[in-house]
């Protein structure tokens, strides 16, 4: 059974910082693409960073490149986002998940299988 579980989310100013955690069991973590995503009330879920297997390859929506760093602990099974700069519009629910595949990436949805229950971030102006 994999399981995915976020934490680290909560309330802070804008310009302020948050590290979300998302802490992993039931598969090889070391051998599969973990990204983050987000979901603000009444929109969709949206995409936001993913990295490698290995750690050593990263991408980033437009919205957050800049501000955001994902990076892995494969030793703890681990994947984080640290959000720098927050703003009022980084508000949402956030999620975690692990590709579909083993040693694939992907931006999109559809390239994810397990998901976490998800953590809230809310950014106050």
């Known amino acids: 059974q994999v399981q995915l579980v976020e934490s680290g989310g909560g309330l802070v100013q804008a310009g302020g910082s948050l590290r979300l955690s998302c802490a992993t069991s039931?598969?090889?973590?070391?051998?599969?693409?973990m990204g983050w995503f987000r979901q603000a009330p009444g929109k969709e879920r949206e995409f936001v960073a993913t990295?490698?297997?290995?750690?050593?390859?990263?991408y980033y929506a437009d919205s957050v490149k800049g501000r955001f760093i994902i990076s892995r602990d494969n030793a703890k099974n681990t994947v984080y986002l640290q959000m720098n700069s927050l703003k009022p519009e980084d508000t949402a629910v956030y999620y975690c998940?692990?590709?579909?595949?083993?040693?694939?990436?992907?931006?999109?949805?559809?390239?994810?299988?397990?998901w976490g229950q998800g953590t809230q971030v809310t950014v106050s102006s």
């Open positions: 998940a692990t590709a579909r595949a083993p040693f694939t990436i992907a931006t999109t949805i559809v390239g994810y299988d397990y």
């Open positions: 039931g598969r090889t973590f070391s051998s599969y693409a």
């Open positions: 990295i490698t297997w290995s750690g050593g390859v990263t």
